[in-house]
């Protein structure tokens, strides 16, 4: 089945600084990846997400990149601020026999050093 | 947020009890998923739902069962209460199940069994 790996499990950047978060998969078919924000004690949200047939896409301060050859994925947060201190989690959707499927990566945690 | 609720919000119980989570939803959303968020795993889906009274398995369904009998309530039992599902857990809704639709999560309730 599709396996998610999701690297650093911790970053800690200064303020203003980017970070970047990165992520694996191992299904080839794969061809939806979201990204969730989850702040402390609430629900996981989502960001941002990319399709297979883009390689890279922008909302203001953040964005995602896809490499399918390489099957890997990566958020990058530039000018960061103190609300984006959080876990995120990185996602792949694979399919069940009924519905899709989304499996997480373990997160990241994210502070932001003022 | 989506309307999604989830109750109870926090619960204690002993090992041995049975107990069952609810998530009810004001979307008429189709899909319904439980998950459990663990620190180092991320969330991991135990069942879904892609219509009333159809469910299925997920990655860690050992130990749980599941209900729809309305569109907007889903039910997940736990037989018996063991301290290895002491957990938060989220349900969360999609209004499609083919790829790329987002998932909205619920609050979370927090089990603790000792």
């Known amino acids: 089945g599709e396996n998610v790996e999701q690297h650093p499990s911790t970053l800690s950047v200064q303020e203003g600084d980017s970070a970047v978060i990165k992520c694996t998969y191992s299904?080839?078919?794969?061809?939806?990846f979201p990204w969730y924000k989850q702040e402390l004690g609430k629900r996981p949200q989502l960001i941002i997400d990319?399709?297979?047939?883009?390689g890279e896409k922008k909302d203001q301060r953040i964005a995602v990149t896809l490499n399918k050859t390489a099957k890997h994925f990566s958020l990058h947060i530039t000018e960061t601020q103190p609300e984006d201190s959080a876990v995120y989690f990185c996602?792949?959707?694979?399919?069940?026999?009924?519905?899709?499927?989304?499996?997480f990566g373990s997160g990241t945690r994210l502070s932001i050093r003022p | 947020d989506a309307g999604i609720t989830q109750s109870p919000r926090h619960k204690v119980t002993e090992t041995g009890t049975p107990v069952t989570l609810r998530c009810h939803q004001t979307?008429?959303?189709?899909?319904m998923y439980w998950y459990r968020q663990d620190p180092g795993h991320g969330l991991r889906l135990i069942h879904y739902?892609?219509?009333?009274?159809?469910?299925d398995k997920g990655e860690v369904s050992d130990g749980y069962s599941v209900s729809r009998s309305k569109t907007e309530d889903f039910l997940l039992t736990l037989e018996s209460a063991t301290s290895s599902q002491t957990s938060v857990y989220f349900c969360?809704?999609?209004?499609?199940?083919?790829?790329?639709?987002?998932?909205?999560f619920g609050p979370g309730t927090r089990l603790t069994v000792t």
């Open positions: 996602a792949v959707e694979g399919r069940y026999s009924s519905a899709s499927k989304i499996i």
């Open positions: 979307e008429n959303h189709r899909y």
């Open positions: 299904d080839s078919a794969s061809n939806y």
């Open positions: 990319i399709r297979s047939n883009v």
């Open positions: 969360a809704i999609s209004d499609r199940g083919t790829s790329g639709y987002e998932q909205y």
């Open positions: 739902s892609y219509g009333v009274k159809d469910t």
